[in-house]
């Protein structure tokens, strides 16, 4: 029997990736080449940065020498995971899951190798086996080998009885549970994996298992990643960070990994990059020499930017993010698309002026002042602009008679005017 090519639990726990872990797996994994799974919640058609964890575990899996299997939920997203859950969620009908099924596969496929022979990565979907299974068939054949007591002793279900829960969420770990069961007779899967709230989900498996079956299955689980400060990972101010360029550009994406504090950023660094252990030593040694460099943050943004996306969406971000914080001129906008440019100067102040009034030009201090309020009044717009205070689209402008016209317009509709150091300003041609 082909033996793993390296321990993947020594690997997850140098990394920080190991939570809780089932007596007797660290054995089996060290002395066979093991089919072990995750299951991803098939609720949005994209894959969050929370789901990274999940995806890197299954990647290190691989790595390791073990067969890795992503199953999605087309079954129990039907249901419904109450685990983390402080209320139940709305379910889905089938034709927004498999659409929503289609896209986390398609995004799976870019960090497993389903093409490697022996431990070639597999998806499944657990709507394949339960769509004919039958209700009563299941509560006879499955629900009586497990109790009600011991799936209420389970901390997803006792958290939620005092506000209520329904029978749809209650039957959740049922439903799971027979995933495992299933995958453990018929695809002679061994091993379940997932985030530290799955433990109980997971376990329910390993007990039908052994209950059912007569045999013998592990499990395992990774730690909830969450900020220092305690606020939630994967979100930002305006909401959730995708792994799908439509829902979160790869300028956002880059810039949620760069503004990681120096606490975060070197735990991100072993959980959601590749780089060895040797690598990293040698980066927060840097960092640490020069903490205002952000060595760490820079590496961990550019790796994981171009496994998510590309390593031309990464030049993109990267010359992005020097137009607010790097010396850069007008030239720099005219690489980037205007998804990104909205992106770049999201939430600063912005003006509607007619196109037709810059197509036939607007003396600069009348436009800094009468077309907008940039400033409240023209001396003190012209005291600015002599002394070179002022920029258009990263250009300083000293020249009291300029006229902005449509030259001045980025992507045919842009203008980014900069007041001092830090004040930006963005006009919308209409």
Known sequence: MAKPAYNFIDELKWRNMLHDIMPGTEDLLKKEIVSGYIGFDPTSDSLGVGNLVQIMTLLHFQKAGHKPIAL??????????PSGKSQERNLLDENTLNHNLNCQKKQLEKFLNFDCGENSAEIVNNFDWFKNFKFLDFIRDIGKHITVNYMLAKDSVSSRLENGMSFTEFSYQLVQGYDFYHLFLNNNIKLQMGGSDQWGNIVTGTELIRRKAKGEAYALTTPLIKKTDGTKFGKSESGNIWLDAKKTSPY????????????????????????TIEE???????????PHLRHLQKALAKD?????HSLDDFNKAYEASLILFGKTTSEAFSKIDEQTLLDIFEGVPSFNILLSAINNKINLIDFLTLYTNIFP?????KEMLSNGGISINKDKVTNLNYEISN????NDKYIIIQKGKKNYYLINAI
Do not use: P
């Open 72 to 81: 999605i939920g087309g079954a129990t997203g039907m249901v419904g995971d």
């Open 252 to 275: 956002k994406f880059y810039q949620f990994w760069l503004n990681s504090s120096d606490d975060d950023v070197k735990n991100y660094i072993k959980i959601f990059t590749l780089f």
């Open 280 to 290: 990293i030593s040698e980066l927060e040694k840097m960092h640490d020499a020069e």
């Open 304 to 308: 994981i930017t171009c496994r998510v």
């Open 377 to 381: 009044s023209k001396a003190q717009a």
């Open 407 to 410: 030259i001045d317009l980025i």
